[in-house]
Antibody, heavy 124, light 111 residues
Framework: EVQLVETGGGLIQPGGSLRLSCAAS????????MSWVRQAPGKALEWVSV???????YYADSVKGRFTISRDNSKNTLYLQMNSLRAEDTAVYYC??????????????????WGQGTLVTVSS | QSVLTQPPSVSGAPGQRVTISCTGS?????????VHWYQQLPGTAPKLLIY???NRPSGVPDRFSGSKSGTSASLAISGLQAEDEADYYC???????????FGGGTKLTVL
């Protein structure tokens, strides 16, 4: 069974750092495209970052320069390092596998499956 | 404010058919980007419902169907059931933002 489990969320002060983990089972992270998507309380979903199987990474403008996506192939785990956290980063963070990429583009990709999410609260 | 616009809420009685719209623009749907739909039950993670405009993953009932035309897309749910009460999100890619984007979400209430 394909499954994703996030950990690492919690309460952090503004300006602080936090690292989220997403342990995968049933498939190989290193040969997959993987994303982080977040959802602020009572708000819509927001794509945050993606890492391609070849290692390329992309970020939403709202987190560029502050967040870093990475993976540990030996642990089959995806990470999101979050620095300089702001109150507006408060959200449930989900990891998800990307599907639908072709050899030339990921424009029409979708996300499946999703992890259960981990809550990050940025507050003093 | 999302670049994909959904109605905040829709409702219907059990057994009825409801549709949820997702309005985009020339920088996403109009540029040829596909639409995908997710169902989020209360307190749970989103679940893929429709991919590639009108394809259902295995396990998703055929009561759910999707379509896309021009700069708009829609999700139809027929034979409404109480368990369909959830938030529904559309998703696509936007050329202007160079990012994957979601609609603002629609809360479906089964009366």
């Amino acid at each position: 069974e394909v499954q994703l489990v996030e950990t690492g969320g919690g309460l952090i002060q503004p300006g602080g750092s936090l690292r989220l983990s997403c342990a995968a089972s049933g498939f190989t992270v290193s040969s997959s495209y993987m994303s982080w998507v977040r959802q602020a309380p009572g708000k819509a979903l927001e794509w945050v970052s993606v890492i391609y199987s070849g290692g390329r990474t992309y970020y939403a403008d709202s987190v560029k320069g502050r967040f870093t996506i990475s993976r540990d192939n030996s642990k089959n785990t995806l990470y999101l390092q979050m620095n300089s956290l702001r109150a507006e980063d408060t959200a449930v963070y989900y990891c998800a596998r990307d599907l639908g990429c072709t050899s030339t583009t990921c424009r029409n990709k979708w996300f499946d499956p999703w992890g259960q999410g981990t809550l990050v609260t940025v507050s003093s | 404010q999302s670049v994909l616009t959904q109605p905040p809420s829709v409702s219907g009685a059990p057994g009825q058919r409801v549709t949820i719209s997702c309005t985009g623009s020339s920088s996403n749907f109009g540029a040829g980007s596909d639409v995908h739909w997710y169902q989020q039950l209360p307190g749970t993670a989103p679940k893929l419902l429709i991919y590639g405009n009108n394809n259902r993953p295995s396990g998703v009932p055929d009561r759910f169907s999707g379509s896309k035309s021009g700069t708009s897309a829609s999700l139809a749910i027929s034979g409404l059931q109480a368990e369909d009460e959830a938030d529904y999100y559309c998703q696509s890619y936007d050329n202007t933002l160079s990012a994957w984007v979601f609609g603002g979400g629609t809360k479906l209430t089964v009366l």
